[in-house]
């Protein structure tokens, strides 16, 4: 069965009317893993979209498929792909795979210095980031701004981050860093060259017993010692 083709594109003002179905979708779905999630108005939504931090799938006849948002960090360096949504009937389809790869390109085009990190409980977004270069870290290698960790309050698992001195929760963490990318030095590829074809046994004892005039002859190498 051949998959719908979505439209997924930087989401703008007219996709304002999204929002409200978009916050509710982030709220069930987490509701149903029986996991947490920071939660968000529908005006915060909107005013991602606004600023051309957020990327949105849509179907053909333009109703609602998916969703992520662009928040930034200590000074814009730290770039979280957040709030990834993809409607239920949607899941499994490839669309989130979608989502992911643009919401990143638009990140490093926005910030292309920044670190992308991500905290998630889904082995699927997982998958995802791991594709796209992050790495699993400890979460002293993401942000220490206050703001970020405040949005984890909302989220049912707060008290075990909290209990945990903000080392660990139940969310793994993961990171890609534009500098070690740069810092890579491919090394040059060299080309090995076949070994020189050894020949066979026979080979050698036939040549030997050529005589010479004859096709494949090869003369003994002549002394220039006179005796």
Request: proline content about 5%.
């Given at each position: ?47 991602k979209m606004l600023e051309g931090k957020a990327v949105i799938a849509l179907h053909p006849d333009g109703t609602w498929a998916g969703f992520c948002y662009i928040e930034t960090w200590g000074h814009g360096k730290y770039v979280a792909n957040s ?145």
């Amino acid at each position: 069965m051949d998959q719908p083709a979505f439209i997924v594109a930087v989401a703008q003002g007219q996709h304002i009317i999204h929002a409200l179905q978009i916050c509710n979708e982030m709220e069930s779905s987490a509701k149903a893993r029986g996991t947490g999630i920071a939660k968000r108005s529908p005006d915060y939504i909107a005013q991602k979209m606004l600023e051309g931090k957020a990327v949105i799938a849509l179907h053909p006849d333009g109703t609602w498929a998916g969703f992520c948002y662009i928040e930034t960090w200590g000074h814009g360096k730290y770039v979280a792909n957040s709030g990834l949504i993809v409607s239920p009937e949607l899941r499994k389809s490839g669309l989130a795979r979608q989502i992911k790869k643009k919401i990143f390109e638009l990140s490093r085009t926005k910030y292309p210095e920044a670190k992308i990190f991500g905290l998630t409980t889904a082995l699927a977004v997982m998958r995802i980031n791991s594709g796209l270069g992050y790495s699993p870290v400890t979460y002293s290698e993401l942000t220490d701004d206050e703001e970020f960790w405040k949005g984890c309050r909302s989220c049912v698992n707060f008290e075990i981050l909290q209990s945990k001195n903000r080392t660990n929760c139940l969310c793994t963490a993961m990171l890609y860093d534009p500098a070690k990318e740069k810092d890579f030095i491919a090394l040059p590829v060299v080309e090995k060259k076949p070994a020189p074809k050894q020949n066979s046994v026979n080979e050698r004892w036939l040549r030997h017993r050529q005589k010479p005039g004859q096709a494949g002859y090869n003369a003994p190498e002549m002394s220039t010692v006179q005796v």
